[in-house]
């Protein structure tokens, strides 16, 4: 149901236009960046994050990439929604809100502490479980278009 409602929404204000397309400035696009970050990383670590942006864009086709804090690539939705970090030894996949989601499947295994955020640690050779991260991410994203109750 979730996925149905994302997949009809229109293109989200201040989305890229035409994929690729180089911003005003001449400087490259946010889309741009992560497409040189994921080739410049050339390992599984790359071959992961573009694994990840490809399942965050199937879930929710309108989101909005950005390219922030020298080299973070995060992605929005009715506000932020997650980061995509890089390091040696794991790609981390941050949510903004995910301490308010549901991980039935137990995916979130890292900064598990923090009232507010909740991220998921990929190491070289696991298997990413698509489908109950699709359902993190489609939540997450959901999370953030919920009305707020008046007063709060």
Do not use: C
């Not at 996925?3 to 690729?20: D, L, N, T, V």
């Amino acid at each position: 149901m979730l996925a149905e409602y994302f997949a009809e929404r229109p293109a989200g204000k201040g989305q890229q236009g035409e994929e690729g397309a180089m911003e005003m400035t001449g400087e490259p696009s946010p889309a741009q960046r992560i497409d040189a970050r994921i080739a410049e990383l050339g390992d599984w670590r790359g071959e992961t994050l573009a694994r990840l942006r490809a399942l965050i864009k199937q879930a929710i086709p309108d989101v909005v990439e950005e390219w922030k804090w020298r080299g973070v690539p995060v992605w929005y939705h009715g506000g932020m929604l997650f980061t995509g970090e890089t390091y040696k030894n794991a790609v981390k996949m941050t949510f903004a809100k995910g301490a308010a989601l549901d991980d039935p499947a137990g995916l979130f295994n890292s900064s598990l502490d923090g009232n507010t955020r909740r991220a998921i640690d990929f190491h070289e050779g696991e298997a990413i479980d698509e489908a109950a991260l699709t359902a993190l991410i489609l939540g997450a994203a959901a999370l953030n278009v919920q009305k707020k109750p008046r007063g709060a």
